[in-house]
Structure formats: structure tokens, C-alpha cells
């Protein structure tokens, strides 16, 4: 998508810049150049928007599911943990497999 992004962008400006044209006339000209970018644009954006949103869940070692149900708490004076601290647990201490056999463990 970044891909596409980017060529289309440069598509659109190569464009304008040929015959002196102005970017809006060169957007006229190649619709789809358009359509593409803002497609890529807004996939590219949701894309990057869950991985920080899922780094910052694994950074306070959370799921998504205690995170929706402790954003209430949170709201309301909870303390915010060390991130640094819990991405370091997270990735250092061994782990449990909670749906298979509670006293199972996995590296």
C-alpha cells in the first residue's frame, strides 16, 4: 500500500509539473491516481494505527479485551503502569497458556 501510495502522489505531482499545470488540474486529469491514494492512504493509516495501538497494549501487557474493560477504571484515577517495565516482563518471563491447561507454560 505504501507503494501505491507513494507512486500515485508522485504520478499526481510528475504531472502537474509537466506543463506547468496546477496540482488540481493534474488531479483532474488522472482521477484514478486519486482514488488510488486516498484508498492506500486511509489503509496504510488503519494499518498503522492497530500496530501502535497493539504495541501499546503489549507494552502495558494487557489484551484487547482488558483493555476495553479497563478503560473505565483508568478514567477514573486507576495509576498508569511503567510501560518500559512491562514490555521488558512481557518479553523476558515465561508464559502461561491460560486456554489449553491452566498449569501449562510455553516459551
Not at 15 to 43: G, K, Y
Request: aromatic content about 10%.
Amino acid at each position: 500500500c505504501i507503494y501505491i501510495l507513494a507512486f500515485s502522489i508522485a504520478h499526481i505531482v510528475m504531472l502537474s509539473q509537466e506543463n506547468s499545470n496546477t496540482l488540481v488540474s493534474a488531479m483532474s486529469e488522472t482521477p484514478a491516481s486519486v482514488i488510488e491514494a486516498l484508498i492506500s492512504f486511509f489503509a496504510v493509516w488503519s494499518v498503522l494505527g492497530l500496530a501502535g495501538f497493539h504495541s501499546c497494549l503489549a507494552g502495558t501487557n494487557q489484551t484487547t479485551n482488558e483493555e476495553i474493560k479497563g478503560s473505565w477504571a483508568r478514567r477514573h484515577g486507576e495509576d498508569v503502569r511503567n510501560p518500559t517495565l512491562l514490555t521488558t516482563a512481557v518479553l523476558t518471563l515465561p508464559r502461561y497458556c491460560v486456554a489449553l491447561h491452566t498449569l501449562a507454560y510455553y516459551d
